[in-house]
């Protein structure tokens, strides 16, 4: 059984950073050491150690990636059980993290599609009398749209700072048997 000990949050991701770097290394030695001409030395001395080499290699990314899998399903379990107040309202991490990476940037465009350049762009294409002006008429309100605009831009911005103290500072959640 694979055994995650007491870290935060960051020290979580960062611990997955690292195991993926571990494998990596462990992939380039594999590599190096799966095959051997029969007229090379081996780099370690016999061909059964050079195969207990690889075996061992081959076995320790199979533990670091079992470790790995473990960590990332404790660290998405605790951004699923914690939560957090960001401007009066309850959201998970897990919530916090899918509005920083796609939902404030998706409301954000839409609420910038409240313009008349659409119209604009049609008007260009009537023949009108001269002198007469065909008016464009917004279907929105400015204030209501530039309010919704400064909503979802602090959101994202709180977001964004809080996050940095909060992965620093939340235990990371071991899940229940």
Not at 18 to 34: C, F, G, L, V
Not at 159 to 166: A, N, T, Y
Request: proline share 2%.
């Amino acid at each position: 059984m694979i055994e995650i000990t007491a870290m935060t949050l960051i020290e979580a991701m960062k611990g997955l950073k690292h195991t993926e770097r571990k494998i990596d290394s462990n992939k380039e030695k594999i590599q190096k050491y799966a095959a051997t001409l029969d007229n090379e030395r081996l780099p370690f001395e016999t061909e059964e150690n050079q195969g207990k080499e690889v075996q061992a290699l081959l076995q320790s990314c199979e533990d670091l990636d079992a470790y790995r899998r473990k960590l990332k399903e404790c660290v998405e379990y605790t951004n699923l059980m914690t939560k957090v107040e960001i401007q009066g309202a309850t959201y998970s991490i897990s919530e916090l993290l899918f509005i920083l990476r796609k939902t404030a940037d998706s409301m954000l465009s839409v609420y910038k599609c409240l313009n008349i350049d659409s119209a604009r762009g049609r008007l260009r294409g009537f023949v009108v009398d001269a002198g007469k002006q065909i008016p464009i008429k917004a279907h929105y309100k400015e204030a209501d749209k530039n309010e919704k605009l400064k909503k979802w831009q602090e959101l994202k911005d709180t977001i964004e700072s809080r996050l940095e103290v909060i992965n620093a500072t939340t235990q990371l959640l071991k899940i229940p048997e």
